[in-house]
């Protein structure tokens, strides 16, 4: 008669259960030890001294082939898991390749609608009747105390040509999902996962969209106590821009305002650019918020 299948189960049980002693080829010693689990690569032994385990390759042959240890199946499964990982890292880079192609030629297109936006402000500025916009760029510290920013530059730009650049900014959220597919595989593309985290702090930053700001209708520059004056336009909408930086022992502070404006049919009108206004202040007068 065969035996009862739950017979067979506990007889299986009770040959791993029974206490045993085990010797290691290098001549480690465990006695009265109970086998509590059987792992591919080895057992796993229970003795007064704690819970250790011991890998096929150190135990002799008759205990390997008690357990059935089966090096090559393992080899086997161990390189199908290796392979599986290698596929999904290529297929992950394939994808991040292709969406940061896509990204590329969508900012290149809108780049392009930019620069045509640019040159249309330009020429309808030079017909328009023009008043005067003045005011102080400096910053503050946290005790009080002003520095007055002289020599920056700042910047006239059509309000409409400037949403083109913001749209730029809005195709480069693209990146950001690109990152996440670098980060798994920067320990073999490290290097890669950088330059693209690179790319992601620039675009976070007021740094990012005067790259695309090349064609001001105007320019002027503070004097020394960083104060300016500029011709704009009575009517319609504009954006002055400026960009200015500061050092500080060993750290350069970096300042970027994109302000709009319109003198509303006025002849002259004051817009300071300061700490309240920067490109990174929790306000809501700047054109954009960014992170830097």
């Known amino acids: 008669m065969k035996a009862p299948a739950f017979l067979i189960v506990v007889v299986c049980f009770a040959s791993i259960a029974l206490a045993d002693d085990f010797k290691t080829i290098d001549g480690r010693e465990y006695k009265?030890?109970?086998v509590s689990r059987v792992e591919p690569d080895g057992i796993v032994l229970v003795t007064k001294s704690g819970i250790s385990k011991i890998y096929f390759v150190d135990l002799p042959k008759e205990v390997q082939e008690r357990?059935?240890?089966d090096p090559?199946?393992?080899a086997a499964e161990q390189k199908a898991v290796e392979d599986k990982r290698i596929e999904e890292q290529k297929a992950a880079e394939r994808e991040r390749a292709e969406r940061e192609?896509?990204?590329e030629a969508d900012i290149k297109q809108s780049a392009e609608k930019f620069e045509a936006a640019e040159q249309r402000a330009s020429q309808t500025y030079q017909s328009a009747t023009k008043g005067t916009l003045s005011g102080q760029v400096f910053v503050s510290t946290a005790g009080g105390e002003n520095f007055k920013l002289g020599a920056v530059q700042v910047s006239l730009f059509a309000r409409d040509a400037t949403y083109q650049a913001?749209?730029?900014?809005?195709?480069?959220?693209e990146a950001q999902r690109t990152q996440d597919v670098a980060r798994e595989a920067a320990k073999t593309a490290g290097q890669q996962y950088w330059e693209i985290n690179r790319k992601l702090n620039v675009c976070y930053s007021g740094a990012f969209y005067f790259a695309y700001l090349q064609s001001p209708i105007q320019t002027v520059e503070t004097d020394a106590d960083g104060k300016f004056a500029i011709e704009v336009p009575r009517t319609g909408t504009f954006v002055i821009a400026a960009q200015a930086r500061r050092s500080v022992g060993d750290y350069t502070e970096h300042?970027?305002?994109l302000q709009p404006v319109s003198l509303e049919g006025q002849?002259?009108?004051v817009q300071n650019l300061s700490n309240n206004n920067l490109t990174s202040t929790t306000g809501t007068s700047s054109l954009i918020l960014t992170k830097d």
């Open 101 to 103: 192609e896509n990204a």
């Open 67 to 69: 357990f059935h240890y």
């Open 166 to 173: 913001i749209k730029v900014r809005g195709d480069w959220k």
């Open 32 to 34: 009265n030890a109970t």
């Open 267 to 269: 002849q002259h009108r």
């Open 255 to 257: 300042y970027y305002w």
């Open 72 to 74: 090559a199946k393992i």
